[in-house]
């Protein structure tokens, strides 16, 4: 099992900036990948970014490239997501996820979540 709390998450005007944080523990070792979701009010999980541990393979969804970063430091078992420019329709609550099989892209192929940290983009 890989445990995962997340942290960064609060109010931030339209336009601003915030960088998440996901640390993971337990067996890491397991997980080639980590991603990135996000869940807006009544809508469905949306895949955000993906990472890969060894390599640093980077993954985004459109709606964020250019302005989403994910990266992680192997040696603090830490994921980071720093966001730009960020918009009033991406208040949602970020979840970090460690992957278990399948596309990077999809939610089904992570086993282990953390409890989300919620993002407020309003002025």
């Known amino acids: 099992q890989v445990q995962l709390v997340e942290s960064g998450g609060g109010l931030v005007q339209p336009g601003g900036s915030l960088r998440l944080s996901c640390a993971a523990s337990?067996?890491?070792?397991?997980?080639?990948?980590m991603g990135w979701f996000r869940r807006a009010p009544g809508k469905e999980r949306e895949f955000v970014a993906a990472?890969?541990?060894?390599?640093?393979?980077?993954y985004y969804a459109d709606s964020v490239k250019g302005r989403f970063t994910i990266s992680r430091d192997n040696a603090k078992n830490t994921v980071y997501l720093q966001m730009n420019s960020l918009k009033p329709e991406e208040t949602a609550v970020y979840y970090c996820?460690?992957?278990?099989?399948?596309?990077?892209?999809?939610?089904?192929?992570?086993?282990?979540w953390g409890q989300g940290t919620q993002v407020t983009v309003s002025s």
């Open positions: 990472i890969l541990w060894s390599g640093g393979n980077t």
């Open positions: 996820a460690a992957h278990y099989t399948g596309t990077v892209y999809s939610y089904a192929a992570y086993a282990n």
């Open positions: 337990g067996r890491t070792f397991s997980s080639a990948f």
